[in-house]
T-cell receptor, first 112, second 113 residues
């Protein structure tokens, strides 16, 4: 079945540092890929998405590129802020089904 | 502002009690979902519904049931709560097209004593 593997957390960075959160996937067919973010005390919200190979999703300074050859969708940001502290989930949907498969989440803490 | 509203943010129940978690969305979405979120396990799908009175089992349906009598409302039922059902429960909705974009509520943290 489909699965998503993302790097263990927590990740602690200083403000303005470069962020990478790794995500790899296993899926049948050609999945669409997503990053969701969960701020403290809130539900998840969509951060960015990519629907086909080599697409780059971007939002709020975050980027991720759909790499079919390495089955990866790593999240990057050039300069993190304290307000980026949250849990980040990589996810996919494939095969025309409604089910979204999530990774285990990576907690990011940004310190001033 | 579009919203998914979960009726209770925090609940404390005793083992064996029947528990209802309610979720309402105002976006006229066809699909609704219940997930549970546990540390180190991420989000796991319990049940989903793609239409009124329709339901499908997710990955971990044991010990749960659901009800969808109206399009906007999707209820999760724990018939006899157990301590291993202590968790954060997240409701989500999405339109009929399988785009993968889900709209989540703020979650209901359930503690079973």
């Amino acid at each position: 079945g489909d699965s998503v593997t993302q790097m263990e957390g927590p990740v602690t960075l200083s403000e303005e540092a470069f962020l990478t959160i790794n995500c790899t996937y296993t899926a049948t067919g050609y999945p669409s890929l997503f990053w969701y973010v969960q701020y403290p005390g809130e539900g998840l919200q969509l951060l960015l998405k990519a629907t086909k190979a080599d697409d780059k999703g971007s939002n709020k300074g975050f980027e991720a590129t759909y790499r079919k050859e390495t089955t990866s969708f790593h999240l990057e940001k050039g300069s993190v802020q304290v307000s980026d502290s949250a849990v980040y989930f990589c996810a996919l949907i494939s095969g025309g089904y409604q089910k979204v498969t999530f990774g285990t989440g990576t907690k990011l803490q940004v310190i001033p | 502002d579009v919203k998914v509203t979960q009726s209770s943010r925090y609940l404390v129940k005793r083992t064996g009690e029947k528990v209802f978690l309610e979720c309402v969305q105002d976006m006229d979405h066809e699909n609704m979902f219940w997930y549970r979120q546990d540390p180190g396990l991420g989000l796991r799908l319990i049940y989903f519904s793609y239409d009124v009175k329709m339901k499908e089992k997710g990955d971990i349906p044991e010990g749960y049931s659901v009800s969808r009598e109206k399009k906007e409302r999707f209820s999760l039922i724990l018939e006899s709560a157990s301590t291993n059902q202590t968790s954060m429960y997240l409701c989500a909705s999405s339109p009929a097209t399988a785009t993968g974009e889900l709209f989540f509520g703020e979650g209901s943290r359930l503690t079973v004593l």
